[in-house]
């Protein structure tokens, strides 16, 4: 927290809470945290989808406070997943399999 002038605000100990103000998802994990002499720390935030974004850090009767335009892009593939499965038959045929690769996401790779 700041004070008018830019400065930190130390008398500031109320709970701030992140949230997305742009872009799609919701932030995860610790999205609230109590201001200790003017400044709150966050742990394990996370936001869940990809995209561009801005998050916003707001507390009771502060005006709130919004980050920079920042990118979440997906990691490489982690996992494979047919999105067709087999099928059970008696009859023997060659069915056809399609296998993706996934990353964290459940966003396909490309």
């Known amino acids: 927290a700041t004070d008018a002038w830019g400065n930190l605000a130390t008398t500031f100990n109320g709970v701030v809470t992140v949230t997305v103000s742009s872009g799609t998802g919701y932030v995860t994990g610790g999205v609230s945290a109590t201001a200790v002499n ?13 995209g561009n974004k801005t ?10 406070a919004f980050s920079a335009v ?6 490489p593939a982690s996992r494979l997943r047919f999105s067709v499965d087999p099928s059970s ?6 069915p056809l399999l399609l296998c ?4 964290h996401w459940t966003t396909p790779a490309t």
Do not use: E
Not at 38 to 45: K, M, R, V
Not at 55 to 64: E, N, P, Q, R
Not at 100 to 103: A, D, E, R
């Open 89 to 94: 038959s008696s009859v023997v045929s060659t």
């Open 38 to 50: 003017g400044t709150a720390t966050f742990a394990n935030l996370s936001v869940d989808l990809v």
């Open 55 to 64: 998050l916003m850090a707001s507390a009771t009767g502060k005006t709130s």
């Open 100 to 103: 993706l690769s996934y990353k």
């Open 70 to 75: 920042f990118l979440i892009t997906p990691g």
